[in-house]
């Protein structure tokens, strides 16, 4: 992949040699590349993780974890499906960044098996000691975290720093959300938990990682497919009012994080909206049309805006505002949309394929729109809130299985 972000054979790095992105590898395919196992592990978790969350919320099954249904539904959306999404990007991108060969074979089925650790331990919790049930999980993000920062700092790529830091960040939310459910810490004076501050800082740092790798891809591939086109109408370049859109939003979504029914936090909200809005605006967005795989990571990072209004609405007008609408933006539409259309066009640039949509997997793009809109629109539902849930979650694992059924070949064969 060159700095753009497409496939290529070699990478080249100033004042180093150019080096094959991958070793010659003999063993299974799917322990090639970072992206093959946890793009599909996140995935098939997505829809393993709803089912059990769904028949959690009728009453259907009781979880085995110490965690409340809510919470574990909250912490595995976040730690385990976007975190292994994380992952599988991170160890795509890095070599890439750095020319340093990637992660493969005994060492990546390692961090594979610390993700599935995880799970099953935050799944069976209530057996398990709560500092057991901490270490395990945390253990993946944790070597993710070292394996990204070996490589940043061999390649000397100070550049892509930031990412470590919201990577060391979710770790520490992460740990809010085992000290809270565990009661470790006592919060007086607070109706707040610490669960819920950490799973309100986990959320925050995926918006943040939004903003900073969509701003980094979004206006490139748009740049690169208009002149392909022969468009000459081309993406506003990063400049000065693009770091303020960042620091507006990652100023915004701190003060949500620690006081989400302030008012100031509504009012940053909403300007870090308008500041992120402009931004997309400036990317030629709407001369995408042609290119469904191009044109969903605009509707993804649309869904940022979005989703910053809708929290700040929630702050300065809680009862027309229910809390879940800007959350369920941030989560079932930004985060969902984006990290599909990010695995999508890895996939396909990583295995040799076009970067172009088909039918069926516009479809999918198509369906987890659909979801999330069915998601924001159940609270106003009255009597048909729980109806509206079931449909939201149905279009959710429908388009998931979609990604599956389209991608899990390439995925596990070899390219």
């Known amino acids: 992949m060159n700095q753009t972000g497409e496939p290529d ?37 997505a829809i393993v993780a709803l089912i059990i969350w769904i028949h959690a919320f009728v009453g259907l099954i009781n979880l085995s974890s110490r965690f409340d249904p809510l919470t574990w539904h909250n912490h595995e959306m976040l730690f385990g499906y976007a975190a292994a999404v994380l992952a599988g990007f991170l160890l795509t991108a890095i070599p ?98 610490l669960d819920e501050y950490g799973l309100r800082l986990a959320l925050s740092v995926f918006a943040v990682m939004i903003t900073l790798i969509g701003g980094r891809i979004v206006p490139s591939f748009t740049r690169n497919w208009l002149a392909k086109a022969k468009i000459t109408q081309f993406p ?83 009862a027309e505002f229910p809390a879940s609408v800007g959350i369920h933006a941030l989560t079932a539409g930004a985060i969902a949309t984006m990290t599909l259309a990010v695995m999508v066009r890895a996939i396909r640039g990583h295995t040799g394929r076009a970067l172009t949509s088909d039918v069926f997997t516009t479809s999918i793009f198509v369906v987890i729109t659909l979801a999330a809109l069915t998601r924001l629109a159940a609270p106003y539902a009255g009597d048909h809130y729980t109806p509206c849930l079931m449909a939201s979650a149905a279009l959710w694992v429908l388009a998931f299985l979609g990604f599956v059924a389209v991608n899990a070949k390439a995925l596990l064969l070899r390219r």
């Open 9 to 45: 054979s070699t990478t080249r790095v100033p004042g180093h040699t150019p080096v094959p992105r991958y070793r010659a590898w003999t063993g299974l395919a799917v322990l090639s590349q970072g992206f093959r196992p946890f793009f599909l592990l996140a995935a098939i978790w």
């Open 96 to 193: 890439n960044w750095t020319g340093r060969l990637p992660l493969q074979g005994a060492p990546l089925a390692v961090l594979v098996l610390l993700w599935i650790i995880g799970r099953f331990a935050v799944g069976y919790s209530s057996a398990l000691p709560p500092v057991a049930t901490a270490v395990l999980d945390l253990s993946f993000l944790v070597a993710l975290l070292l394996v990204a920062l070996r490589e940043i700092v061999a390649g000397k790529n100070w550049r892509n720093l930031p990412l470590l830091a919201a990577l060391l960040v979710l770790i520490m939310a992460n740990g809010l959300v085992h000290a809270g459910q565990a009661n470790w810490i006592e919060m007086d004076g607070t109706d707040t938990t």
């Open 236 to 318: 506003t370049p990063f400049a000065r009012f693009d770091k303020l859109a960042l620091i507006a939003g990652i100023i915004a979504l701190l003060s949500w994080t620690l006081a989400p029914e302030a008012a100031v936090s509504g009012i940053l909200c909403l300007i870090a909206a308008i500041l992120h809005a402009v931004r997309l605006s400036r990317w030629q967005g709407h001369r995408t049309w042609r290119e469904p795989l191009l044109l969903v990571l605009h509707l993804g990072y649309g869904w940022i805006p979005v989703s910053l209004a809708l929290l700040g609405a929630t702050a300065l007008a809680p």
